[in-house]
């Protein structure tokens, strides 16, 4: 009775293990995938190249989701990539270049929305 028992639990836990990687994989397959940050993409009108500064770029549009150099001079950027494996994509990115006093000196806005 014992070896029966032991048989019966083995053998659930194998089958409930199969079924939560299978619904885990299957809710993955049929997911989208996002990386970045929501910002305000409609602002970048906003942006005035020799005028604007970093700290009017923070009150715009929040902290930026990376920062990096460019001829060594300081980027941000912000973006926000919505990838969906069945629908459209939905994506937006702003990179801002500053010049040394931190005032922008170019920038780059590229979108998915319409």
């Keep these: 009775m014992k070896k029966l028992f032991l048989k019966r639990?083995?053998?659930?836990?194998?089958?409930?293990s199969f079924l939560l990687i299978s619904g885990l994989a299957a809710t993955q397959l049929t997911g989208c995938f996002t990386v970045g940050q929501e910002f305000a993409g409609s602002r970048v009108p906003e942006i005035k190249i020799g005028q604007t500064t970093r700290q009017e770029i923070t009150d715009i549009f929040g902290r930026p989701w990376r920062t990096g150099m460019e001829d060594g001079k300081t980027t941000w950027t912000y973006g926000i990539y919505k990838y969906s494996l069945f629908g459209a994509d939905d994506t937006q990115d702003l990179l801002i270049r500053f010049d040394p006093?931190?005032?922008?000196?170019?920038?780059?806005f590229s979108s998915t929305r319409k």
């Design 9 to 16: 639990s083995a053998r659930a836990v194998k089958l409930s």
């Design 101 to 108: 006093q931190g005032v922008v000196r170019s920038y780059t």
